[in-house]
């Protein structure tokens, strides 16, 4: 089955922490994506990447990082920069190319501090 | 910046009938897309139905169709014979046309539709 999968569904962060949050996908897709959902709230965008060792900034990439190290993973690492951790992370995934670009999407994590 | 709203926080409908979600969005642009994703308690986002900007045909995906008005800047999801599995957060959701890359999607804040039986 091809599909993206996330783990761990949950996830516990103490204080001064870094913990990171697992994203692959075996749809042979070119870009990835992690967003953000707080309540009451649409997704905002953290990073992309489009091609293997290289990603962009979404609108709220504070505390955060990423690697693209496969074209299968897309790591997110949750610093102690960030302030507000807590929220859902669903990873993205979509081919490149003219009317292919629809983001297809992982079953999220949920990310809780201690 | 582009910017999407929703202005009906929550709905409800009946079992068997049909449910009108609301959304406009602001930009600049002039070829883009539009998306409606649906976000069931499993809080899984899945992908309803998608437009293309250029194209004049409203979309339809089964039960599931748009009314796109462009000028209007507006993209309504209508859902016919609705079902109790139709129950979710409903988002209205909008991408520039990418240019060879990768884009974002611009999303709005959600409605939530409840379908009683």
């Known amino acids: 089955d091809g599909g993206i999968t996330q783990s761990p569904k949950y996830l516990f962060r103490k204080e001064g922490q870094n913990v990171t949050l697992s994203c692959e996908q075996n749809l042979n897709h070119d870009a990835m994506y992690w967003y953000r959902q707080d309540p009451g709230q649409g997704l905002r965008l953290i990073y992309y990447?489009?091609?293997?060792?290289?990603?962009q900034k979404g609108d709220i990439a504070e505390g955060y990082s990423v690697s693209r190290e496969k074209k299968e993973s897309f790591p997110l690492t949750v610093t102690s920069a960030q302030k507000n951790p807590t929220a859902f992370y669903l990873c993205?995934?979509?081919?490149?190319?003219?009317?292919?670009?629809?983001?297809?999407f992982g079953p999220g994590t949920r990310l809780l501090v201690l | 910046a582009q910017t999407v709203t929703q202005s009906q926080p929550e709905m409800s409908v009946q079992e068997a009938e049909t449910v009108t979600l609301s959304c406009t969005y602001d930009t600049s642009e002039s070829n883009y897309y539009l998306f409606w994703y649906k976000q069931p308690p499993s809080r899984q986002m899945i992908l309803v139905i998608r437009q293309e900007a250029y194209k004049q045909q409203n979309a339809t995906e089964n039960r599931f169709s748009v009314n796109f008005q462009k000028a209007a800047k507006s993209f309504s999801l209508k859902i016919s014979d609705s079902q109790l599995g139709d129950t979710a957060m409903y988002f209205c959701?909008?991408?520039?046309?990418?240019?060879?890359?990768?884009?974002?999607?611009?999303f709005g804040k959600g409605t939530k539709l409840t379908v009683n039986p």
């Open positions: 990447s489009q091609i293997v060792n290289d990603f």
């Open positions: 959701a909008f991408m520039k046309r990418p240019q060879g890359g990768s884009e974002k999607l611009v």
């Open positions: 993205a995934s979509s081919l490149l190319g003219v009317s292919k670009e629809t983001q297809y």
